[in-house]
Nanobody, 115 residues
Framework: QVQLEESGGGLVQPGGSLRLSCTAS????????VNWYRQAPGKQRESIDT???????YYLTSVKGRFTIGRDNVKNTVYLQMNSLKPEDTAVYYC?????????WGQGTQVTVSS
């Protein structure tokens, strides 16, 4: 059974930074893609980025230049480094591991950007 666990969320002031982690049970390298999503209150879940096995990344326009994805296959972890955070970044952040015939979600971690 695949398990994904997000961590690193919390309360941060505007302009601050957080680093989220998504750790998989077993090898994270076996997944075709590992994506970060977020869902703000009253809004649909949206994809922040897509990071493929080959290492390519595609970012949501509103986070480009502020968010960066990193991947450590030894630690079975994908990171989401978030800088220059804005109140509109407040959401529950999820990671998703997907490929042909499968899609696995973590439980999410809350990020609140507020002064």
């Amino acid at each position: 059974q695949v398990q994904l666990e997000e961590s690193g969320g919390g309360l941060v002031q505007p302009g601050g930074s957080l680093r989220l982690s998504c750790t998989a049970s077993g090898s994270i390298a076996r997944f075709a893609t590992v994506n970060w999503y977020r869902q703000a209150p009253g809004k649909q879940r949206e994809s922040i980025d897509t990071r493929t096995r080959e290492g390519s990344s595609y970012y949501l326009t509103s986070v480009k230049g502020r968010f960066t994805i990193g991947r450590d296959n030894v630690k079975n972890t994908v990171y989401l480094q978030m800088n220059s955070l804005k109140p509109e970044d407040t959401a529950v952040y999820y990671c998703n591991a997907a490929g042909p015939g499968y899609s696995h979600w973590g439980q999410g971690t809350q990020v609140t950007v507020s002064s």
